[in-house]
């Protein structure tokens, strides 16, 4: 039987909730689908970053190395900075194990109501498709003359040919796999040296797969067709700030933050990929076991189709849908009643039907 290897970081606030559902689901997919997991938990958070100064240790990459995937909650906490926590332990890894797959699906979910008008389950599903490793988000610039009149911030974008090809080529592959169809987010009339490369790269990877269909939009007005035509979309490609916004936006227009998965992936398997929930850390509800484990277990179904079990996947897929359908399995944040355990619980025991 097989057996993966998985560094568990629970992380802060609701992050220390939802990941032993997520644990608890995926325990019942390896009962099922004969897989063996083995999760070593670690630590890492801020609350470890107040009695240490550090969110992981300095060779915190070296220790997650030999694993096969990682398992995030979620880093984040009043009182220490949000840079902090994202500088010090999310983008080290995303970047260390150039993970340059941010991937959001994007699905309406029976049960789930849409804050947009006459949008109904299946009418909303595609992927937002991020690049994760440079771009917009760079710690090259800086600032001269703080404090006085002339003070002056720079931040430089970086988009390499290499960077743009490979998440190009993965959004168009990702497309040959559902319905051929990839947007490209630009906005190469405002920012005209790194986005009409990225049009440029588009145009040539777009060659390569003559069979999936095309089409761009500046970022601005990609933002209202999100709202307004979301079932015009399927594979969704864009920069890492771009993408960023975009994979806030489509969980919103689909529903409750609390369900929306994540994956930041490796595609080359060269290093562990890490799966976490859109959402934050959410102090605002932290400790009252409401928070809705969805997110979290869905983000596991990610992470056993990124190994390959694909029929363990589309179950656990399934049993959330399922679950979800029920009134009595939704928690406050989708307009039920019930508690993280509770929901983690129907959709393990779903599993093990
Ligand atoms: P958030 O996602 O934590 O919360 C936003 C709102 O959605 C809150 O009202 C919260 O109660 C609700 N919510 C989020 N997840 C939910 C769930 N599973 N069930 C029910 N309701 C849910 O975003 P916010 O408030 O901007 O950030 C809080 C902290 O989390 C910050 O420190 C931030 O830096 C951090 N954060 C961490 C992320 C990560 O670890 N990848 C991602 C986003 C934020
Ligand atoms: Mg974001």
């Known amino acids: 039987m097989k057996t993966y290897k998985i560094a568990v970081i629970p992380g802060d606030g609701i992050g220390k909730e939802v990941v032993p559902e997520g644990l ?15 999760f070593r938990h670690f630590d890492w958070s801020c609350e470890t970053y107040a009695k240490t100064g550090k969110m992981m240790p300095d060779d915190g990459l070296a220790q997650l190395r030999p694993f096969d995937a990682i398992f995030l909650g979620a880093v984040g ?5 949000d840079h902090i926590s994202l500088w010090g ?16 699906p994007v699905r309406l979910l029976e049960g789930i109501e849409s804050p947009l008008k006459n949008v109904r389950p299946g009418q909303i599903d595609f992927c937002v498709v991020r690049e994760n490793n440079e771009g917009e988000y760079s710690d090259v610039g800086g600032r001269i003359f703080r404090g006085t009149d002339e003070e002056m911030a720079m931040q430089q974008s970086i988009f390499t040919r290499r960077g743009v090809d490979r998440i190009l080529r993965y959004a168009f592959e990702l497309a040959r796999t559902r319905k051929s169809h990839v947007t490209s987010a630009t906005k190469s009339n405002g ?9 440029e790269r588009f145009h040539a990877m777009a060659q390569e797969f003559p069979d999936v269909r095309t089409d761009q939009y500046h970022i601005d007005i990609l933002t209202a067709h999100f709202v307004r035509h979301p079932d015009w979309f399927d594979v969704v490609v864009g920069s ?16 409750s933050i609390g369900i929306a998965p994540s994956a930041n992936m490796n595609p080359e398997r060269k290093y562990p990929s890490m799966f976490e ?3 934050g850390s959410a102090p605002d509800i932290a400790g009252k076991g409401i928070a809705n484990p969805i997110g979290q277990i869905w983000s596991g179904a990610m992470m056993l189709r990124h190994f390959g079990e694909a029929h363990a996947a589309d179950a656990v897929e399934r049993a959330i849908e399922e679950v979800l359908a029920q009134p009595e399995f939704r928690t406050p944040d989708v307009g039920g009643k019930a508690t993280t355990e509770t929901v983690g619980k129907a959709i393990a025991r779903r599993l093990d039907k």
């Open 240 to 255: 890492n700030l771009f993408g960023d916004i975009l994979s806030d936006l489509g969980p919103a227009v689909a529903g």
């Open 89 to 104: 332990l999310l983008i080290p890894i995303r970047r260390g194990f150039e993970q340059y797959v941010n991937l959001r």
């Open 191 to 199: 920012i005209i040296h790194t986005m009409p490369f990225w049009d």
């Open 24 to 38: 608890r689901v995926l325990e019942s997919a390896g009962r099922r689908f004969e897989m063996n997991f083995s």
């Open 77 to 81: 906490y009043p009182g220490v900075p």
């Open 277 to 279: 929930p859109v959402h």
